[in-house]
């Protein structure tokens, strides 16, 4: 799996667009990327995905460059509940195996009231 | 609602004491897995199953025994000899074709006494 590279830690107000920053340089062509969080005490969550178009779903959006080299996820309107450590995670799209999911240090999103 | 449940939230035991936590879900998903989260540190993962009578070890299996007898359960048992059981337990679980996607439990917190 591809090394990411976040920043520790971001604050963001309540009600604006909360983007978080994910370097993935040496993605290879097969491997997707991922965004989970993580609420302080509860089990990860996970977000969205998408290999090189950018993805929408209820929860957030994902913005991966041309290159591949880098991805932002963007929370569009930041409430309190979205406070937690947010991971991004680069691996191949598994159909075959059951793989375990390797989180890194991930980036501690603080939305301030 | 489908999900996935653990229980416990919080356990105490006694050095020397073995104590099995529970997992179960009702998602209908092939593939389980058990991790551990440590404070201020990723998931380790601890066993895995892929499907009903089979389980494999994760990097840190010693000390703990897993089995898989129903679809549905998964239950973790951490014996005497795990030399530092305190921690965060989380159980997760994932579908047969999109094993990336994981969906977690609100974990099991075990402090040893």
């Known amino acids: 799996d591809a090394k990411t590279t976040q920043p520790t830690s971001m604050d963001c107000a309540e009600g604006r667009a909360a983007n978080l920053p994910c370097n993935h340089s040496?993605?290879?062509?097969?491997?997707?990327v991922y965004w989970y969080r993580q609420i302080h005490s509860q089990g990860p969550q996970y977000i969205i995905h998408?290999?090189?178009n950018n993805e929408t779903n209820e929860m957030a959006s994902l913005i991966i460059t041309e290159d591949r080299k880098s991805s932002t996820l963007i929370l569009p309107h930041a409430t309190l509940r979205d406070t937690a450590v947010y991971y991004c995670?680069?691996?191949?799209?598994?159909?075959?195996?059951?793989?375990?999911?390797?989180f890194g240090s991930g980036t501690q999103l603080t939305v301030l009231p | 609602d489908g999900g996935i449940t653990q229980s416990p939230k919080y356990l105490f035991r006694k050095e020397g004491q073995n104590v099995t936590l529970s997992c179960e879900q009702n998602?209908?998903?092939?593939?389980m897995y058990w991790y551990r989260q440590d404070p201020g540190q990723g998931l380790r993962l601890i066993y895995y199953?892929?499907?009903?009578?089979?389980?494999q070890k994760g990097d840190i299996a010693e000390g703990y025994s897993v089995s898989r007898e129903k679809k549905e359960s998964f239950p973790l048992t951490v014996t005497s000899a795990q030399k530092n059981p305190t921690a965060f337990y989380l159980c997760?679980?994932?579908?047969?074709?999109?094993?990336?996607?994981?969906?977690f439990g609100p974990g099991t917190r075990l402090t040893v006494l």
């Open positions: 040496t993605i290879s062509g097969n491997e997707y």
């Open positions: 998602l209908n998903h092939d593939a």
């Open positions: 997760a679980s994932s579908a047969g074709l999109v094993y990336n996607e994981q969906f």
């Open positions: 995670i680069v691996r191949v799209f598994s159909s075959g195996s059951a793989r375990q999911l390797t």
């Open positions: 199953s892929q499907i009903v009578n089979d389980f």
């Open positions: 998408g290999l090189k």
